[in-house]
């Protein structure tokens, strides 16, 4: 089965770049990483740009909307994702609960929709 983990975290929770908090939680990542993809169960990930990069495209009574930012006005915004291919929920949130910025935020778990075609 495969299921998306959503990392959700404040971005001004997290080390700042070029610090030492910052270079462990990156090579906690790659340690992640190189773990989830060594089992075969990575089926892709990606981090995202800062907030200030988003737009958001609404469509209204025909009329397309384009608003800089986030959807949400929330302290935690999605900064990234992984896609894993593993048996079971169980198994899913034992890896959600490795990822490094968890302790700044939250993995978000949802399993992906599989048509019947």
Do not use: H
């Not at 990392?7 to 270079?23: C, H, N």
């Not at 060594?38 to 990606?46: A, D, H, Q, R, V």
């Not at 993995?107 to 599989?114: A, G, L």
């Amino acid at each position: 089965m495969q299921y998306l983990l959503l990392l959700y975290s404040a971005e001004s929770d997290l080390p700042k770049p070029e610090t030492d908090e910052f270079g462990q939680l990156m090579a906690g990542f790659e340690a992640f990483t190189e773990e989830v993809q060594s089992k075969g169960f990575m089926k892709g990930g990606e981090g995202l740009q800062p907030l200030s990069t988003a737009t958001t495209v609404r469509v209204r009574n025909g009329k397309t909307e384009c608003i800089d930012g986030p959807f949400a006005e929330t302290k935690e915004a999605l900064g990234g994702y992984y896609l894993l291919d593993v048996e079971s929920l169980d198994e899913a949130i034992e890896y959600a609960a490795k990822i490094p910025t968890v302790v700044y935020g939250s993995v978000e778990i949802r399993p992906i929709m599989v048509w019947d075609k």
